[in-house]
């Protein structure tokens, strides 16, 4: 499977810190994505990098992937209140369009 | 990017009924699926929805309690048949655009009472 296995499953700072949240997976990738999604609201689309990007910025979010050891994260620099949410990263394969969602990680900042 | 939408946003429902569930993007993709999203878990993937052909189920899910409809490249419906209150999910469609990108609709809540 290629599944996408977030690390940590849960992860509570303060305000103004920074967020490191980790995805593994265990076969080759096409893409690797990271969503966002709010308590009891739908997902939202944060970043895409591909297998030959090694580093994408948005904003406050900067992706790594590190196709070598199968892993890539997240880091959402000078946390707000509203980054509070759950992260998934969710993987493709090159022979196959359908994306395979991890556990995700539940993010909490706290004031 | 792509813009989705899906009807309705929420039913209550009774066991043993049916109910479809409509997608509809704003701009030709590439690609359709529908996840379904249980309360607290990540989402699993249930079906490709293939345009103009059969839906390609993954493990576990069948054609026959989720009937899949693609009759263009940017619509799609999902049936949940028979329903029971082991259904009781969030149903998302979503969308691969050509950059290969996938955007998600809000999400129909399904309540089988």
């Known amino acids: 499977s290629q599944q996408g296995e977030e690390d940590p499953q849960a992860l509570s700072i303060q305000e103004g810190e920074n967020a490191t949240m980790n995805c593994s997976y265990k076969?080759?990738?096409?893409?690797l994505q990271w969503y966002r999604q709010n308590s009891g609201r739908g997902l939202v689309h944060l970043i895409l990098?591909?297998?030959?990007?090694r580093e994408k910025h948005s904003g406050r979010l900067r992706v790594t992937l590190d196709t070598s050891k199968k892993s890539s994260s997240l880091l959402i620099t000078a946390s707000r209140a509203a980054d509070t949410a759950s992260y998934f990263c969710?993987?493709?394969?090159?022979?196959?369009?359908?994306?395979?969602f991890g556990k995700g990680t539940r993010l909490h900042i706290l004031p | 990017s792509a813009v989705i939408s899906q009807k309705p946003s929420r039913d209550i429902c009774q066991r043993g009924t049916s109910l479809t569930i409509q997608c509809q993007v704003d701009?030709?993709?590439?690609?359709m699926f529908w996840y379904r999203q249980q309360p607290g878990q990540s989402l699993t993937l249930i079906a490709t929805?293939?345009?103009?052909?059969?839906?390609?189920?993954e493990s576990g899910f069948v054609i026959d309690k989720f009937p899949i409809s693609r009759p263009n490249l940017t619509f799609s419906t999902l049936t949940v048949s028979n329903m029971s209150p082991e259904d009781s999910s969030i149903y998302l469609c979503?969308?691969?655009?050509?950059?290969?990108?996938?955007?998600f609709g809000p999400g129909t809540r399904l309540l089988v009472l």
């Open positions: 990098i591909r297998s030959n990007e």
């Open positions: 969710a993987t493709d394969a090159w022979w196959d369009d359908k994306i395979i």
């Open positions: 701009s030709q993709v590439t690609m």
């Open positions: 929805a293939n345009q103009g052909s059969e839906a390609t189920y």
């Open positions: 979503s969308a691969e655009t050509r950059e290969e990108t996938q955007y």
């Open positions: 076969t080759s990738i096409n893409n």
